[in-house]
């Protein structure tokens, strides 16, 4: 029998559970209480009804929320495009190869290198609360390297994705059909084994909507689920791709349609906003007010990666989402919780209710607003992972 702990004397609970607490979307809990014991929460409530236990925490009238689920990053990398994003904010042109660079980077890099980056990240994120993390391959872009990144991810989260489709490696630049045909062959046969999903960047000038359903589909029937880069640079067919093959998630969503947001409002699919991305291209907002009226489930992620978004900040999103996607503290908070754990079908993570696994933050303030109302402030005190506390 594992030890209970109590942390008691929390000022706001985020519960993700609209029956609990006030019934809002965030189940809001005033003086509340958690109980975990081992790797899961089994209790939660008002501080004054909360069982016995063995130990006892005290959050000292702050805020507790469930740990965030960035349900979209690319952590398997090499190298640095310091001097790219210069150039972009600076206004000077720059011609080096974009995601190429960092794919010869990668390439070249080894095993250790490679580990040792994604492992300083995910150490990163989880300083700033971030609790689950799923991360993609797509910077190898060949048979080896690309099982290479989804070896390696699998070692660190449970949350790996096959993006083989990034952009058509450089070597079949002249035969996009022939690197379709290695992506859904050869190099699914080698990477299936390593991932849970299955993703494409579905764009001009990556793939198209016919490459894309190819690759996909190819993926499902070797078991592995969809989910899409979709509608990012500009309008196309792969939110309602992501729709109809019922894509766990469709990410960025930059350009919609309508017929595009009453899809995703008429589905499963979350439509995965990444911010991070428009703030650091200076492209424009994706519009989440569209999204959330229409009746969408929206998450938010980081899309952390070293050309177009080299974020690892949750919190970060969060406050971006509110004051340039104009979404209410309360939402972003729910899409970076429950809506990450959405767009990874997951139903044990993202809420702090019994049954779910003990992953939470202690915010060093007394509510969770403070994310976007204190934008820059370091304000994750405590992160608890299955049950331990680990920041
Ligand atoms: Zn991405």
């Known amino acids: 029998m594992s030890s209970s702990t109590v942390i008691t004397n929390i000022a706001t609970l985020v519960t993700n559970d609209p029956s ?5 979307p965030l189940g809001l809990v005033r003086d509340a209480a958690v109980v975990v014991e081992g ?14 236990t063995d130990n006892r925490v005290d959050a000292g009238g702050r805020a507790v929320l469930p740990g965030f689920v960035d349900s979209h990053s690319h952590l398997v990398f090499a190298g640095d495009r310091t001097e790219e994003f210069n150039a972009r904010m600076s206004g000077r042109p720059y011609s080096a190869g974009g995601i190429r660079t960092t794919v010869a980077a990668t390439r070249a890099a080894g095993d250790a290198e490679l580990e040792a980056t994604l492992t300083r990240h995910l150490a990163e ?121 019922d894509a766990a998630s469709a990410d960025h969503c930059t350009h919609l349609t309508d017929e595009d947001v009453a899809a995703l409002a008429g589905s499963r699919t979350v439509a995965t906003l990444l911010p991070g991305a428009e703030f650091s291209t200076r492209g424009p907002w994706p519009d989440a007010r569209r999204l959330l009226d229409a009746g969408a489930t929206v998450a938010l992620s980081t899309d952390c990666n070293p050309g177009s978004s080299y974020t690892s900040s949750m919190p970060f999103c969060i406050a971006l989402a509110v004051r340039e996607m104009h979404m209410t503290p309360d ?50 005190r405590q992160v608890w992972r299955r049950g331990v506390r680990e920041v």
């Open 125 to 245: 994120a989880l300083r700033q609360g971030t609790t689950t993390l799923e991360t993609k391959s797509g910077y190898g872009l060949t048979v080896e390297d690309e099982a290479r990144a989804l070896r390696l991810a699998a070692r660190h989260t449970e949350e790996v994705t096959y993006l083989g489709a990034h952009i058509v490696a450089p070597e079949y630049a002249d035969d996009p059909a022939g690197y379709v045909a290695l992506v859904t062959g050869e190099m699914l046969d080698a990477c299936a084994p390593h991932a849970r999903w299955i993703d494409v960047f579905c764009e001009k000038g990556a793939f198209d909507g016919e490459q894309a359903r190819a690759i996909l589909t190819a993926g499902k029937a070797r078991g592995l689920h969809p989910r899409v880069h979709a509608n990012q640079l500009s309008f196309g067919p792969g939110v309602r791709l992501a729709v109809e093959l």
């Open 20 to 24: 609990l607490g006030d019934g809002s």
């Open 331 to 380: 939402e972003a908070v729910w899409s970076a919780t429950a809506g990450g754990a959405a767009a990874l079908r997951r139903d044990d993570i993202g809420r702090l209710t019994p049954g779910a696994r003990a992953d939470l933050v202690v915010l060093d303030a007394p509510s969770h607003v403070h994310l976007a109302y204190r934008p820059g402030v370091p304000l994750v």
């Open 39 to 52: 790797d899961r929460v089994v209790w939660t409530g008002a501080s004054r009804k909360a069982p016995a």
